[in-house]
């Protein structure tokens, strides 16, 4: 997480004490399959894309735009502010002892022979363990490799203030038995209006269970156009705030601000988010084509007209 943050002003909005007051909470949870927020933790803040008052006194940037256009920015996503766990990566170590394992049993039936055949049991047993451990090995590598290395840096939010739409793109785990699909992205257009966000508060234990503690994720949550109370969509953006969502209801200050009352798209002396390896999905042709032209930070800074 950035240190950049401006923890200056107040929050203006109060903490939610009951469980979710709009959503259907029973679809939500059959929707992720108890995977998301909605229906399964407690709200901690329920903010509103149209709310006139706003969350806080002192909204800022908080080092999550990505970029800026003349219609609209581009929010990062949780993703883009973690590095990848070191307990992803030694999963490729038992990838490659299946798959060594099923290259063994390979080589033992070969050089063993007919002696081997002389045993049908064994060989059938030495052929079917082969056999598994080295396609559940060559899975296992498939997907973490296009998961660590091939799978975008960041999963932004594109926000269009001139349209009132939102663009998000969801990941999708790669598949196991599809090897050579690359890590797959699906692009989904909803309203601004549409858009209820919320604050929740999550229990998160570290590797090995060593110690656990509170964080904060900022979830934007859509209403199905022909149902708005039934979920259409969930994205975690931002970042997570470690000890409360002050920060994170700062962020929320700074895109409502930029959606509703024309604000900057980048406050005053803040700058963009940047990835080391700068890999983004590409989102549709028709969204980028919407945006205009793309801004510099000192172009961000500029309060314009919606």
């Known amino acids: 997480m950035s240190t950049s943050f401006k923890r200056t002003g107040a929050v203006t909005i ?5 469980e979710e007051p709009y959503f259907d909470v029973v679809f939500a949870r059959a929707r992720s399959q108890g995977g ?9 803040r329920i903010l509103d894309g149209s ?6 006194t002192c909204p800022s940037s908080s080092d999550a735009v ?13 993703r883009g502010s973690l590095s990848i766990s070191l307990l992803a990566w030694f999963g490729f170590l038992p990838a490659c002892g299946l798959m060594f394992m099923g290259l063994w049993c390979a080589y033992v039936i070969v ?10 049991g064994l060989a059938i047993g030495l052929a079917i363990a082969g056999v598994i451990g080295f396609t559940s090995g060559v899975s296992i590598f498939s997907v973490l490799l296009r998961v660590l290395v091939f799978m975008p840096s960041d999963f932004p939010v594109l926000l269009n203030r001139k349209l ?11 598949s196991f038995f599809r090897i050579f699909e690359l890590s797959p992205v699906i692009f989904e257009r909803h309203s601004w209006a549409s858009l209820k966000p919320r604050t929740y508060r999550l229990l998160e234990v570290t590797p090995g269970a060593s110690s656990a503690r509170w964080t904060y994720i900022l979830t934007l949550v ?5 149902d708005p109370r039934k979920v259409a969509c969930e994205m975690n953006i931002g970042f997570k705030g470690w000890g409360d969502d002050f920060e994170l209801l700062q962020l929320w200050e700074h895109i409502r601000r930029y959606m509703n009352d024309a ?6 002396g803040e700058k963009f988010k940047t990835f080391s390896t700068g890999r983004l999905p590409k989102f549709p042709d028709e969204a980028m084509a919407a945006l205009g032209r793309k801004l510099s930070e000192s172009e961000a800074w500029e309060i314009t007209g919606a």
């Open 164 to 174: 009132k739409e939102v663009w998000v793109a969801v990941p999708a785990m790669p």
């Open 111 to 120: 050089q063993a022979g007919a002696g081997v055949m002389d045993q049908p």
């Open 51 to 56: 709310d006139l008052t706003g969350a806080h």
């Open 263 to 268: 604000g900057p798209a980048l406050d005053q």
């Open 66 to 78: 990505v970029a800026a256009y003349e219609n609209g920015i581009l929010v990062g996503g949780l």
């Open 36 to 44: 998301a927020q909605v229906g399964v933790a407690q709200p901690r």
């Open 222 to 226: 859509f209403g199905q156009e022909d």
């Open 14 to 18: 109060p903490e939610w004490e009951g």
